[in-house]
Nanobody, 124 residues
Framework: QVQLVESGGGLVQAGGSLRLSCVAS????????MGWFRQAPGKEREFVAT????????YYGDFVKGRFTISRDNAKNTVYLQMNSLKPEDTAVYYC?????????????????WGQGTQVTVSS
């Protein structure tokens, strides 16, 4: 069974930065694409970023506009989301997810496994 555990969320002032981490169990992490999504209260789950199995294909949600960076370290079974220039509207629970395919995906239904989420709160 695949388990994904996120960490790194917290409270930050507008303009600040956070780095989220997601550690995956299992020995096949390097074979699959990973993604980050977020969900604010009363809103649908929103695509943030995705990275393919080897890290040379990356896509971001339109709202990111150069502020976030997704990366992965296959030796550590970990995917990261570096978030800079945070805004109050970035406040949400952030989830990492794993596909059962090596290529990227931007829809929640393309992902088979999900973490429990980590809260990010940006104060104004």
């Amino acid at each position: 069974q695949v388990q994904l555990v996120e960490s790194g969320g917290g409270l930050v002032q507008a303009g600040g930065s956070l780095r989220l981490s997601c550690v995956a169990s299992g020995r096949t992490f390097s074979s699959y694409a990973m993604g980050w999504f977020r969900q604010a209260p009363g809103k649908e789950r929103e695509f943030v970023a995705t990275i393919n199995w080897i890290g040379n294909s990356i896509y971001y949600g339109d709202f990111v506009k150069g502020r976030f960076t997704i990366s992965r370290d296959n030796a550590k079974n970990t995917v990261y989301l570096q978030m800079n220039s945070l805004k109050p509207e970035d406040t949400a629970v952030y989830y990492c997810a794993r596909r059962d395919y090596s290529g990227t995906g931007s829809r929640p239904d393309e992902y088979a496994y999900w973490g429990q989420g980590t809260q990010v709160t940006v104060s104004s």
